[in-house]
């Protein structure tokens, strides 16, 4: 039976026996949860549960991963998840192990957290969750909940059930929302907790894990619950593409994308987050769940042209970064010297999957450019970059400077030192990050997005 769409707020009151530890003070019944797969959404689940009180084992088949964790060496950098994870383990509540052959038949509640990547016909690849479910299948005790975190297609708790293939065994959708560079706050305080389900005693014990986070909770059917992580990608992405084609309007009619975007954003109707104008979204999100989410409407006889539009659009706004720049070295960017500041896809995060500033970069080299760039955390290897340890070596000899990340720091650069090192006049910001009065003072010429 299908379970009711049911949304609610639940404000850390439960009927439930309490003991252990609670990081807010309102009791928990702590449950033993295994995380599986411990990349940037398992490890944030991971340690989130733990602060919640649970007792929480992270699996990986990485042993370079789990090793650093099990020395207290977090292998990605993400704002808090390091204290939060040490002191956890400190407490006896985080553990870490390679591999699932040990499992704990203690625990409760299993949590995919594997990588969905996208597979040669833009559907998301179900390799590695398959491969996750048929490890653990046989292991996990009667009346377990494996609870799929992975972004996964439409159909994919019945295809997790079917390899489980166990009568004694729940499946439960519960996709994640969280935002790289943002993780540990959105865990703490999520907008909201997505489940779904067939079995809404599963759902409501899923449910259970959160309550000490007072945060809206919708209990809906599987189908739904995954559509939702989808949608919202989907959406988001479209936002962004549309505020970056009302940038290039705004270049067009000399109008100041930062002035309409605040105009807009501030109806409730349409908010101000997500209407940035940027160089094209990426990460390892928006582009393969775009992709996704475009076959799993085909696969339902609908062709959603306007996401393909957006999609369109974003490799468009690449294009428009790598004019600028070409248009900035006087037409030809053969031999050209390009010092970018910013790699990883966003601020925050040293994520570099599919991030926009190795999307131009490609472009950069494939016109016969040297790019040398500078990131404060995040390092790319074999993509042709010359990487820099000092933001100032991008600046060294460069014909124009572009910024990629909206890393916080760019904003107070020495542009007169930098100046000083260019051989070129000019630097794109694609972030809006430098203001123009420090860049005019310096001798140089901004070419922003939408300006
Ligand atoms: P990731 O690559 O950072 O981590 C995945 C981990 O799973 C890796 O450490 C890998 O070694 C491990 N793994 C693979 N197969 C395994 C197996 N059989 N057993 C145990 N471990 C295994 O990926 P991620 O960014 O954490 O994404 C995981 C899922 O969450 C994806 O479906 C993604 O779309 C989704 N998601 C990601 C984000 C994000 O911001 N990164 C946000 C929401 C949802």
Not at 303 to 330: C, M, P, W, Y
Request: hydrophobic residues 45%; contains cysteine.
């Amino acid at each position: 039976m299908l379970a009711a769409c049911n949304f609610r707020k639940i404000r850390g009151q439960n009927d439930l026996d309490a003991h252990e530890y609670s990081s807010t003070g309102v009791s928990v019944t702590a449950a033993n949860i295994t995380i599986i797969g411990t990349g940037y959404v398992g490890l944030v689940t991971g340690a989130g549960f733990a602060e919640l009180g649970h007792n929480v084992t992270c699996v990986d088949i990485d042993q370079r991963k789990i090793d650093l964790l099990q020395k207290g060496e977090i292998p990605i950098f993400e704002d808090g998840l390091a204290e939060l994870v040490v002191r956890n383990m400190r407490a006896g509540r985080l553990q870490f192990q390679v591999g699932q052959d040990d499992l704990s038949l203690a625990n409760q509640y299993f949590y995919l957290c594997v990588p969905t990547p996208q597979g040669p016909d833009g559907a998301a690849d179900l390799r590695y969750l398959e491969e996750a479910v048929l490890s653990i299948g046989p292991l996990v005790p009667t009346d377990a909940i494996i609870v799929n975190k992975s972004t996964v297609p439409v159909g994919s708790t019945v295809f997790v059930e079917q390899h489980i293939n166990r009568r004694d065994v729940h499946v439960v959708s519960n996709p994640e929302f969280l935002r790289e560079g943002s993780a540990v706050q959105d865990f703490m305080h999520p907008d909201r907790i997505v489940i779904g389900g067939d079995d809404q005693a599963a759902c409501v014990r899923v449910e259970s894990l959160y309550l000490e986070l007072g945060a809206n909770i919708l209990i809906t059917d599987a189908a739904s619950a995954e559509l939702i992580k989808y949608a919202s990608n989907a959406f988001l992405a479209t936002k962004l593409s549309f505020i970056n084609a009302i940038a290039a309007v705004c270049e067009g009619v000399g109008a100041d994308v930062d002035k309409v975007r605040l105009g807009m954003g501030y109806d409730s109707r349409i908010g101000l987050d997500f209407l940035h104008p940027g160089p094209g979204w990426g990460g390892s999100c928006f582009p393969k769940d775009t992709q996704a989410m475009l076959r799993i409407a085909e696969d339902a006889g609908y062709d959603f042209e306007l996401l393909r539009s957006a999609i369109t659009s974003n490799n468009d706004q690449f294009e428009r970064v790598v004019n600028k720049l070409r248009h900035a070295v006087g037409g030809d960017l053969q031999g050209a010297r390009i010092g970018m500041l910013g790699l990883s896809f966003k601020a925050g995060t040293d994520d570099t999957r599919m991030s926009p500033a190795l999307a131009v970069a490609k472009r950069l080299l494939n016109e016969g450019a040297t790019v040398v760039a500078y990131d404060p955390v995040a390092v790319v290897l074999a993509e042709g970059i010359e990487q820099v340890m000092d933001p100032y070596a991008v600046f060294d000899n460069a014909d124009v400077g572009i910024v990629m990340t909206e890393w916080p720091e760019f904003k107070w650069l020495d542009l007169h030192k930098a100046a000083a090192l260019m051989r070129g006049h000019a630097i794109v910001d694609t972030r809006g990050v430098l203001e123009l009065g420090g860049v005019a003072q310096a001798g140089l010429s901004l070419v922003a997005v939408g300006r």
